[in-house]
């Protein structure tokens, strides 16, 4: 029952050494399961283990049995019974906590992390998929793509989990249509083009009736990608591990007697020699390596995850918590750093509480100084928020009370990876992913009303506003364009600059587009950031302003207290609020950059008028209806406006 | 390019040590708990491999509900002389006054006063914050669940609603005074991994593992080996010899033998890929109900 069911049973003494040793010597591949409440991921696991002849008949005797009180299924026997373990998750019929079946095939050994797909775990999950090298997600062929389907990819991916198996699951139940298959797969891969660094692989499957797990289906000849359990055996993984950045946690000092120092550790990453010249973080003390021990003796090179221990040659300060690294190839010492966090704990996180920060063999002191932002986690958006509840996701800054030695978890997952606890009650509460901080986005600085320093005075120009004015001869106005997408704005922005200056005039254009490439080029589509995107702009306004140039500006800008801040920065007697007021069908049919499409597919979110709102002004200056209007048309009323206000010569 | 393989053996062996390492670092005072079975064998060497060359930093404890087999005890014995660990020997005193044994007050009051209270007892008396214990995940459907750590209240009670997510090897060693963690470093060890890490490694093992002729009686279909004459014989029951093993180790009156060739590790291995019932299965106490380990692991049983 150990063995695929393709292998012969050993029979002599010879044929069961040979057997075991090449049981040994296989690789280990770790994954996890997920899926929601109904995908059939414990059917799947337990069809795994029934089919790769793991199940003992004992306990399929105790499966049946419990079969005719538990089982959710009508066929003789329910799979998921073979792995469903507490006696309360039972009862509710679902899987309460992470779960580790063992398996093996004649080509690799198998422990699965069976996690659950309940709304309230995202943290079993996180916990599960930890120290998985692969993740099957399992979608309902009649259901498609779920938020929790989005919810358990997005956490796999943060999790530096590379390769995701989507496995659509009860095709039996879709007359195994391949169209139906076509369609998910499209949706999934639509999706995941938000993903870091993944390698996806799809297949249909019958959890239940065994199609494509591990036998390959005749129900679904036109598939010809092979079983789940082919790619689960045939996927490369060794080559995910990091051998380049040589890292060594010290974890434990082994002083046996006087003559003998010792400093016990697993190689988290790179590769350890005999001679080899180390820096032991963070003393920054230099020496080379004398040894390295094992209880077979003495080897010259150590690579992950072997456990060993290092002899040094000078007397060094080294203790645990410290690391051994490589003189050229050094992580980050310090003591901030920020991270993206998995809250664990019904106790909402605290800023600046009192905690505990795990990193390697290190434990600290720490707070979290700061939340930039949490992830809708269904959707992907960053969201303004106070705090992180259990089972949010969020991006934190931390300062830990000594120096730790890390690396971004995308490059290095031994060393990149923390748990927080909590100091009162000792709970783990957190689980973080340290980020890369040279690649980070700037954050928004936090608009406010006086500049940040007391020390900042404004100085006078000797040119005056109406000099300005005279030599230019025109009213430095900003005509604020607001509308939604595809309404016309930069049809009619163009338009009119373009006559604007034929009369002589000097004019400029502040296009959302063009901006966002460069001075909010850090700045995305949160409701936060498109408030920061509104004041820079309307600062820029108000500059030309004071330059003497007629602003037009074309942005969304949804928000009517961010509209009303613009006037307020850029003055009450410069500024014209323009409404381009065009429906949102005839926006979307007119979708010039095809995004109302995209967001409708999911493809693009926060977008105005799909999954954002917009709230149109409730006394504009002026209001131009575009549906049926020729752009010249609404130059004209604009210029006439204009003049009529005497911001403009006749 | 070299490849720097890592064998599944290997990987298993360098998480055990590592865990070892761990728990001997951050905690106060961690003992060993060594049943003298074959996960107990496994674990010892992993123990010696973890502080080599130095020797084991904490002491074994065997908690002994004096009727082990007689076998196990001069295994343990025998052990202790050859590796040279410190050995604490727990029997539960109360028990022996009120004449505790498993024909008079059944196999579950027995196991609980001799086994469960005398561990409790023995960690309560050391005061011993981390106890290492040699259960996997794989033997048992409860057992699937449990952490590396596995924390337990100031009455030693494991709740399974109420253990720390554990994520990496990034494991948590705070408890407060009291509290306690048991630790299991082969959660991620088959039952074949154990044999073939035992013939690998050539560690030895209590020879009741391997077939013999032994006395045996047979009781509800379990075969019971007369190990002493404590046993009390049913009217018409004569021991047998017969050639039996033992598929894991407990009270002798309590564990049940099955019919065997097999006197090499290798056999043993053949016979368990040929046999169709699982490890435990041969342990008189846990066939009472489906979910009975679980209730007894949170009454603070291994």
Known sequence: ???????????????????????????????????????????????????????????????????????????????????????????????????????????????????????????????????????????DARHGILEQTRRHSFIASLLGIRHLAVCVNKMDLVDYSQEVFERIRSDYEGFAAKLEDVDLHFIPISAL?????????????WFQGGT?????????VATDRNLIDMRFPVQYVLRP??????????????????GDEIVALPSGARTRVAGITTFEGDVAEAYPPMAVTVTVEDEVDVSRGDMLIHPNNRPHVGQDFEALVVWMNDEPMKLNGSYLVKSTTNLVPAAI?????????????????????????????????????????????????????????????????????????????????????EHIRREASTVSADERRALLKQKPTTLWLTGLSGSGKSTIAQDLERSLFDRGQACFILDGDNIRHGLNRDLGFSAGDRTENIRRV??????????????????????????????????????????????????ESRDPKGLYKKARAGEITQFTGIDAPYEAPDAADLVLQTADTPVAESTRQIIAYLQDQGLLKA | MVMYNFSHLQQLEAESIFIIREVAASFDKPVMLYSIGKDSSVMLRLAQKAFHPGPIPFPLMHVDTTFKFKEMIAFRKRMQKEIGFDLLVWINQTGIKRGMNPFDFGSEEHTRVMKTDGLKQALDHYGFDAAYGGARRDEEKSRAKERIYSFRDRFHQWDPKNQRPELWNLYNNRVNKGESIR?????????????????????????????????????????????????????????????????????????????????????????????????????????????SMEEKKREGYF
Request: net charge negative; aromatic share 8%.
């Open chain 1, 257 to 274: 007697d006087l003559n003998y120092r010792g400093y016990c550790g697993t190689v988290a990453s790179g590769v350890l020699r005999k």
């Open chain 1, 538 to 587: 309307s600062e820029v306004a108000g500059l030309l302003n004071d330059a003497g140039l007629i602003v037009i500006t074309s942005f969304i800008s949804p928000y009517r207290e961010d509209r009303a801040k613009a006037r307020e920065i850029i003055g009450d007697e410069r500024f014209v609020e323009v409404h381009i007021d065009t429906p949102i069908e005839v926006c």
């Open chain 1, 1 to 139: 029952m150990y063995n695929d069911s393709k292998n012969t049973m050993p029979t002599t003494e010879a044929e069961v050494i040979e057997y075991l040793k090449r049981h040994g010597e296989k690789d280990m591949l770790r994954f996890l399961t997920a899926g929601s409440v109904d995908d059939g991921k414990s059917t799947l696991i337990g069809r795994l283990l029934y089919d790769s002849k793991m199940i003992y008949e004992d306990q399929l005797a105790a499966v049946i049995e419990d079969s005719a009180t538990h089982g959710t299924t009508n066929t003789d026997f329910d799979p998921a019974l073979l792995t469903d373990g507490l006696k309360a998750e039972r009862e509710q019929g679902i899987t309460i906590d992470v779960a580790y079946r063992y398996f093996s095939t004649d080509k690799r050994n198998f422990i699965i992390a069976d996690t659950p797909g309940h709304e309230q775990y995202t943290r079993n999950m996180a916990t599960g998929g930890s120290t998985c090298d692969l993740a099957v997600i399992l979608i």
């Open chain 1, 209 to 221: 009736l065994g199609d494509n797990v591990v036998d390959p289906s005749e129900n679904m000849p």
């Open chain 2, 183 to 291: 630790v299991f470093p082969l959660s991620n060890w088959t039952e074949l991994d154990i044999w073939l890490y035992i013939m690998q490694e050539d560690i030895p093992i209590v020879p009741l593992y391997f077939a013999d002729e032994r006395p045996v009686v047979e009781r509800d279909g379990n075969l019971i080996m007369v190990d002493d004459d404590r046993l009390p014989l049913e009217p018409g029951e004569t021991p047998k010899m017969r050639k039996v093993r033992f598929r894991t180790l407990g009270c002798y009156p309590l564990t049940g033998a099955i019919d065997s060739e097999a006197d090499t590790v290798p056999k043993i291995v053949q016979e368990m890929l040929l046999t169709k019932t699982s490890e435990r299965s041969g342990r008189v106490i846990d066939s009472d109900k489906s979910a």
């Open chain 1, 228 to 236: 789940l359990l082919y790619y689960l055996e045939t996927v490369p």
């Open chain 1, 369 to 453: 100084t700061d939340l930039h932002y949490r992830f809708d986690i269904n959707s992907l958006h960053r969201l303004d928020a106070d705090t992180l509840n259990a089972n949010e996701i969020g991006r934190v800054a931390i300062s830990t009370h000594r120096k730790i030695s890390f690396d971004p978890y995308q490059r290095n997952r031994s060393t990149g990876c923390i748990i927080i606890v909590d100091r009162n009650t000792n709970a783990t509460v957190g689980a973080g992913m340290i980020l890369d901080r040279e690649k980070r986005a700037a954050q928004p600085v936090e608009a406010t009303a006086e500049p940040k320093s």
